[in-house]
């Protein structure tokens, strides 16, 4: 606020204010001192110019003055409070040098201090309740953009993961497995159409949850994966072992198809060189709990068109779920991406 380009009006405005408001309480009298009127403006315009420069000065040193004393206190009270020692020196000087230039004897230095004192500080206070709203106000309009992008972001993020599964080469590639088992094999068939509904179902029941069971996203997985099995045959191995304590936490939902999904897109998978997907929890402080999806690297020679969205979106998620970055990327020696498990209230966090 303080640093604003119309700050001179802002000024002049305040002066005008406060030699008015004086005038009408008849403060410069009050207490027995009575100035000439140009020295008595002059006075009151300083005091309200050397007030905002101070803080203004104040204000864009606040950063550092924070990070020498490295201290976590609010910066509005920071900030307030140095300007209270400033604006205590300003007061000081203006009333010695009017002492000085009237000679006044020690009972009036003392009364001009004062005066000076409780002037500079009403001003000093009502400027600090204008940042501050000002502050908030700024933060506010932060909060709800921030918000808004990451509703989008989820939003994308849902339909993403809808999308890449629900889309035609997905089905094309699991149309062309069924037609070759229904006449060969009709178990197989039969068993390969019922994890096919089941993966269908679960995209299609929570593609509007925010959270679902790690137990039913496992689940999930496992019906996926046996799709991509018999496709990929022994070119794909993806395997997981995560013990039962931690089924109860909570996951995005399609949150390890798109990492399964991000790793079968960018790398190799043949017979020479098996794509190995490992899904397991990370052994790390207790209370701190995260589910890790790792897969060996092996690049394919010409990358697929790809709008780096997936990590992107699953990135924005689990901080507006976790309220801070909670996704950990490591790209070697394998690709290995850290999300966070979430214990809360599953009928809370969808109801």
């Not at 092996?298 to 689990?318: D, F, M």
Request: charged content about 20%; overall charge positive.
């Amino acid at each position: 606020m303080f640093s604003v380009r119309q700050r001179y009006l802002f000024i002049a405005l305040l002066s005008v204010y406060s030699y008015v408001n004086i005038l009408l309480t008849t403060g410069h009298s009050f207490l027995g001192i009575n100035l000439p009127e140009p020295l008595f403006i002059t006075s009151v315009l300083a005091l309200v110019i050397l007030v905002w420069e101070a803080n203004r000065l104040l204000q864009r040193n606040l950063g550092r003055i924070r990070l020498f004393f490295r201290s976590k206190i609010h910066p509005l009270i920071i900030h307030f409070t140095l300007s209270l020692i400033v604006v205590a020196i300003i007061a000081s000087t203006i009333a010695i040098i009017l002492t000085s230039i009237y000679q006044l004897e020690k009972e009036a230095f003392w009364l001009a201090l004062t005066l000076s004192l409780g002037f500079s500080f009403r001003i000093n206070l009502f400027l600090h309740c204008i940042n501050a709203i000002v502050f908030y106000m700024n933060k506010y309009k932060v909060v709800q953009i921030e918000a808004e992008q990451l509703k989008k972001q989820s939003i994308e993020a849902r339909f993403d993961a809808l999308r890449s599964q629900i889309n035609p080469h997905f089905l094309f590639n699991s149309l062309n497995v069924l037609s070759s088992l229904v006449y060969r094999d009709p178990d197989t068939s039969a068993r390969f159409i019922e994890q096919l509904s089941n993966v269908y179902r679960y995209l299609l029941n929570n593609q509007d949850q925010k959270l679902i069971p790690l137990r039913e996203e496992l689940e999930f997985i496992n019906s996926y994966y046996y799709l991509l099995k018999m496709r990929f045959q022994e070119n794909l191995n993806i395997a997981h072992e995560i013990p039962e304590t931690k089924k109860d936490y909570y996951i995005a939902p399609a949150t390890l198809q798109l990492l399964i999904e991000n790793a079968i897109k960018h790398n190799v998978v043949s017979k020479k060189n098996p794509l190995d997907i490992k899904i397991y929890i990370e052994n790390g402080k207790p209370e701190i709990n995260k589910i890790v999806v790792e897969n060996n690297l092996q690049p394919k020679p010409v990358q697929e068109a790809s709008s780096k969205l997936g990590l992107k979106n699953i990135k924005s998620r689990y901080t507006f779920l976790a309220g801070r970055e909670a996704v950990e990327i490591i790209t070697a020696p394998n690709f290995i991406v850290k999300v966070p498990l979430i214990k809360l209230s599953y009928e809370n966090e969808n109801g």
